[in-house]
Structure formats: structure tokens, C-alpha cells
């Protein structure tokens, strides 16, 4: 399936109506309070409700996804999505890179996706969201807690909407979210949850391949020019358990168990590929059989913890395991000939062979150990190592079974020295065994999972105390990995490694008691080394890696207005190689956000109403969806949502 963001020309803005009952006490969830620049810990990443700001996300860490790399967790536990935790679920989710991750047991090298779990509140409460946008977007949401005795309580969320892209396409969705939290004694907690999402009359949206070293022109904004039968249609489930048990004297055993799937019913692609400077190009429908993935894992973790006067010791034993099965390939094609850039394809629907799929398995079972010790005011350091034993098995058809193993030792080690008051330095090493996500929409394997990689990072640097309220990081660091990229035959796979070294740095809380910033950058020197028997024109900076990244956020209450918050958004990206052979690039890209958190009292209850313009200046440019593939991006819109408490 194919997602582009929705973003459009700004026209004007339609709020729905959210019922409120008064006289109801004081709302429990706060959800009225989100607000991503002064919630913020530093600009590297963060995201609370609707809101997300910082220079790197759960795609994009320092040049890499640590999503696909398989270093996301839920509360700190090891957590392999096949499908993302819907919204309803998380409370935030943070980027841990750095000085960030200094004290988190078993670090990864491509950073980690740190998602923090709702939880059902002590008291009854609810929120109610209505959103919409200038593309025709519109929603609601609604979720709450029920305490159902003083240690027995539930969180449901429900969600149902239609969201329009850019590309002219849309779609119905809706989901629902249960999270229970259940406390027998004072000394266990556990907390199951489930969710699933239903994706309905979703458009396959174009993509364009041209034929020589320049940008394709795309079609016009909020316009689809596929056929409007090649509907995708998906649903992705996530369900799990998290217990913490304290026991004997200062142990504390955390297990997380998770599964995670999606069923794709539907699934479709839709290429101009070839693309000449006419705008003429050949016209390819890919059609997908029927599959699903799912994937077991989770992780038992036990912590002793020592004090020591001003010495805190932390012992860490953990056990992690996976257990996934894909299904891909399969997939049939038809051409419907040599057409035009935004000419709407009419053809009628034709009947679909489809081939035998392959079916691949992963096991994946590490054991470590961790230590963290704390001296007050001199410093910190982390060590971990640990055992990797990783399997997998890929049946193909009409060919034979593949097998492939790995046992590689693991290890980590961190140290931050307390200089004054003020200053603290760090310094980092970490080697890691990762995932590198699937192959892209045009490889000849397409959606097939690339294979696991060894992937080292060492890094440094500085965090200073401007004032109480402001914090400063400045670092630098060194990641080395395989680098992935298509073969003479169209197949993606490793044709080198790819170094990446930069510096990095982040500012963010209050300058004034109404005033909150965030701001972040990253600068990048990557650097391609080709394996020796690859083949085809390979550049020498990894695709998709931009030179540079900055943004800013700033957050200001006003004092015209009670309750009234002003915000600015401000980021640059560099120019990025757009194809494997640096032959192509997308330009610079500059673009501004305005909006306002307006908080007020609607029927005795708390309520935000939030409006925002992205991409103000209306800058139009093109993104990729893999080396080659290209899109519609940004063009403005004007979107907004009302929260109440209840």
C-alpha cells in the first residue's frame, strides 16, 4: 500500500462539534494539555497526541530508521512491530540517541523508538477529539478510563474517520484500543492491551520512475490519476502484556510480551515508470496477493539495584526473543501502455493471476547483561553485552529452502563525567545486530525483508545547563552498517557499507517563564564503499541521507489572552540524493509552520482548540519512496482539532 501525507492548498478550515455533558468533575486523561514544544526533554525527537517535533524520528536517526534496524520498544522492552502501535496506545514516544540514551540498558546503534504506554487513569474521565482539514479530513476520537475498583481499571479508545492526501486519493479508517491495568498487591502491576485498525477504500496512489538522471514530473495536487478500483484494504493488530513485579530487596522482574500482525486484503501499485521529459511514461498496475505477517516477541528483564551512599549500582539480566513470519511476493502485473502525467486511467479491472507466495521465518533469541552505576555529582557509566542466536528460514517457490544463522556477541559501553554543576561529557560505543527493512516498491523482490546486519556507532559529546529551565547537547558520532541499493537486475540487495559521521546538537526548554524553544540540528558527512563484486554505478553518498537538518521550535504564551499559546515551526533540509547513483537529487527544502493552542472552559470542562498552517510558504517539491520513486509532497494546508476533557 501506498501513503502520502495530507498536506494542501490552504482554503479554509471546519471544525466538528464535540457534545460535552457539565457538571461533570475534573477530567482525568488532561489530553487537552498536549503539547509537543513544551513537553519536549531536547530536540531529537518527541511526539505526545497529534503533535511531533525534532531533527530525527522513528524512520530517520542519524541517516537510518531505527524502526526498520528493529530498535523500538514499549516501555523500554523489546517490541518488533509489524504493524505500528496505533495512537490510542502510546501516551508519547521519544528518540533515545546519545547522551539520551546514557543509563538505557542495551543500546542500540541506530538509536531506539522509546514508546510510552497509556495507562487507565484512578479516576473516571474521558477526552473527546474532532478533527479536520482544508483537504476534506474529518474524524473523531474518543477515549477514557474506568476504574473499575481501587486497583482494577480499563482505558478504551475509539477513533473513526476519512483522511484525503495529497495525491488526490482517501481513505475511511477506524480503530479501537483497550488497555487494562490491574495492581493485586502493591508490589505487581500488569497491564494487557489490544488494538486494531481498519483500513478501508484506500487509493493506490501514483509513484514515477523516470527514465534518465532528473526529477519526474508528478501530477497536480489533489489529483489521482489511478484507477479507482485499485483500492487498498488492510487491518494491523497489536496486542500484549506488561507486568512489573518488585520482590526480595530493591529486585524489580519487567516482562513484555507482544504480538503484533497485518492482513493485507488489498494491495496495489500504481508506476509511471520510464517517465520521459515529455511526461510521457508506460503505465504498470502491481497487484498483490492476499498476505499476512505477524511476529511474537518481548523481552524478561531483572534489575538489582544497590545504593550505596552517593552510589547508585543498577544489574541488569535480560532475555529477549522474536518469533516472525512474512508472507511476499506472489504479486501479478498489467500494463495499460504508454500514457501521459495526469491523464486518469479508465481500463476496466482484469482478472489477476497470482503466483505462489514465499513464506519466511525468523527466530531470534539474545540473553545479556547490563550495568549501570551512578555516582552523584562525579558521573555515570553503562556497559552491556550479550548472545545473540538468530535463525531464519525462507522457503521460495520452485526453487529450494535458504537458511541462515548468526550468533555474534553484542556489546555496549557509555561514561558521562560530571565537570561542574552545569557541564557533563559523554562518550559511547555500541554494536548491534539489525533488521534493514524490505525491499522497495520497483525491486524485483519487492516487500521481501532484507537480511539482518551487524552495525557498530561510536559517538561523544557535551550537555551544559544554560540556565534551570534551558539544557544544551552538542555531539558527534561515527555509525558504520551495510548499505542496500538495486543490482544490474533490479534486485535490492547489500552492494556495500555505508559510514556515516556527524554532529549533532539540541536546545530546548524555557528562555523566558512564557517562552518554551526546542532547538535542533544534525550535520552529516556519509560515505559509500561499494563491495567489490557489486555491480551497477553506485554512489559514493547513501541515498535518501540529506547534508543537513535543522529545526526550531518556539512556543509562546501570550499575555493579551488568557490562555492563548502562539507557536512557530522552522526546519531546513539539505539536499539528498534521490537514486543510488547520486545522479539525481532533491533539492534544499525550507518550510514554516504557524499555529495556536487556544485552552478555555467549554460547559465546566477543560478544552484546547489547536489550528495550524504547515508549509506556509507553500513550497512544492517532490519526495522519494525509495531510490528512483517519487511522489507528491507539502504543499500547504491549514488543519486544526478541538479537544475536551470530560
Known amino acids: 500500500m501506498t501513503r502520502f501525507p495530507p498536506m494542501g492548498k490552504l482554503v479554509r478550515l471546519t471544525l466538528a462539534a464535540a457534545a460535552v455533558c457539565s457538571g461533570a468533575q475534573a477530567s482525568a486523561q488532561n489530553r487537552a494539555d498536549d503539547n509537543a514544544v513544551t513537553q519536549a526533554e531536547d530536540a531529537f525527537g518527541f511526539s505526545v497526541g497529534r503533535e511531533t517535533i525534532g531533527i530525527y524520528g522513528p524512520g530517520n536517526a542519524r541517516g537510518f530508521s531505527p524502526t526498520a534496524a528493529g530498535n523500538v520498544r514499549i516501555d523500554g522492552l523489546y517490541y518488533d512491530p509489524v504493524f505500528g502501535l496505533q ?54 476520537e474518543v477515549d477514557g478510563s474506568l476504574p473499575l475498583t481501587g486497583r482494577l481499571g480499563l482505558f478504551v479508545g475509539l477513533n473513526a474517520g476519512t483522511t484525503v492526501f495529497v495525491n488526490g486519493t482517501d481513505n475511511f479508517s477506524h480503530a479501537e484500543s483497550i488497555i487494562g491495568r490491574w495492581r493485586p498487591t502493591d508490589a505487581i502491576e500488569v497491564t494487557p492491551f489490544w488494538s486494531m485498525y481498519n483500513d478501508y477504500d484506500d487509493e493506490s496512489g501514483t509513484l514515477y520512475v523516470a527514465a534518465g538522471s532528473f526529477n519526474p514530473s508528478i501530477d497536480r495536487p489533489h489529483h489521482d ?42 494491495a496495489y501499485t500504481h508506476l509511471l515508470t520510464n517517465e520521459q521529459l515529455d511526461g510521457t511514461a508506460e503505465r504498470i498496475l ?10 511474537l516477541s518481548g523481552e524478561l528483564r531483572v534489575t538489582h539495584s544497590i545504593a550505596e551512599g552517593p552510589r547508585l549500582h543498577l544489574i541488569h539480566l535480560s532475555a529477549r526473543r522474536r518469533d516472525a513470519r512474512r508472507e511476499f511476493g506472489g504479486s501479478d502485473s498489467v500494463s495499460f501502455g504508454i500514457g501521459r502525467v495526469g491523464e486518469n486511467v479508465t481500463a476496466a479491472k482484469p482478472a489477476f493471476e497470482f503466483g505462489e507466495q514465499t513464506h519466511q521465518h525468523v527466530e531470534q533469541m539474545s540473553y545479556g547483561v547490563a550495568y549501570d552505576g551512578r555516582w552523584k555529582g562525579v558521573g555515570e557509566i553503562s556497559l552491556g553485552v550479550s548472545k545473540a542466536n538468530y535463525r531464519k528460514l525462507t522457503d521460495i517457490p520452485a526453487v529450494r529452502q535458504v537458511k541462515a544463522r548468526s550468533n555474534p556477541w553484542l556489546y555496549n559501553g557509555t561514561a558521562a563525567i560530571v565537570l561542574s554543576k552545569s557541564v557533563n561529557v559523554y562518550a559511547g560505543y555500541a554494536r548491534g545486530l539489525e ?32 540556565s534551570k529551565d534551558l539544557n544544551a547537547v552538542v555531539g558527534v558520532f561515527d555509525l558504520t552498517r551495510p548499505y542496500f541499493g538495486f543490482d544490474t537486475v533490479n534486485a535490492f540487495k547489500k552492494i556495500g557499507s555505508v559510514r556515516s559521521r556527524g554532529a549533532e546538537f539540541s536546545i530546548s526548554g524555557k528562555v523566558t517563564p ?10 552529516l558527512k556519509p560515505r559509500v564503499e561499494a563491495d567489490s563484486d557489486a555491480s551497477g554505478n553506485i554512489g559514493s553518498k547513501p541515498y535518501g541521507v540529506p547534508t543537513h537538518t535543522i529545526n526550531f521550535n518556539a512556543n509562546w504564551q501570550t499575555s493579551f489572552l488568557q490562555g492563548l499559546q502562539l507557536d512557530l515551526g522552522v526546519s531546513h533540509r539539505g539536499r539528498q540524493p534521490a537514486t543510488t547513483d547520486d545522479l539525481v537529487y532533491l533539492p534544499p527544502r525550507l518550510n514554516v509552520n504557524l499555529g495556536m493552542h487556544y485552552g478555555f472552559r467549554l460547559a465546566q470542562h477543560a478544552a484546547t482548540l489547536r489550528v495550524q498552517v504547515t508549509n506556509l510558504f507553500d513550497n512544492h517539491d517532490v519526495a522519494t519512496f525509495g531510490p528512483g520513486i517519487f511522489g507528491p509532497k507539502a504543499s500547504r494546508q491549514l488543519l486544526g482539532y478541538l479537544t475536551v476533557d470530560l
Open 87 to 140: 495512537g490510542s496506545l502510546v501516551d508519547s514516544t521519544s528518540i533515545k540517541v546519545g547522551l539520551s540514551a546514557q543509563g538505557y540498558p542495551f543500546v542500540a546503534p541506530s538509536g531506539i523508538v522509546d514508546q510510552t504506554l497509556r495507562r487507565p487513569q484512578s479516576r473516571l474521565g474521558a477526552s473527546v477529539i474532532a478533527n479536520a482539514d482544508d483537504y476534506g479530513s474529518k474524524g473523531i
Open 514 to 523: 512564557k517562552l518554551n524553544i526546542v532547538f535542533g540540528g544534525v550535520l
Open 286 to 295: 502491481i497487484a498483490d496477493p492476499p498476505n499476512h505477517s505477524h511476529s
Open 225 to 266: 490519476e489511478g484507477p479507482r478500483w485499485a483500492d487498498n484494504r488492510f487491518a494491523g493488530t497489536n496486542a500484549g502484556i506488561l507486568t512489573n513485579v518488585s520482590f526480595g530487596e530493591n529486585w524489580v522482574a519487567r516482562l513484555g510480551a507482544f504480538r503484533s500482525s497485518v492482513r493485507n486484503r488489498h
Open 435 to 466: 533488521e534493514s527493512g524490505i525491499a522497495p516498491f520497483t525491486a524485483a523482490n519487492r516487500n521481501e525483508p532484507l537480511e539482518t546486519i551487524l552495525t557498530q556507532q561510536r559517538d561523544a559529546g557535551v550537555r551544559i545547563g544554560v
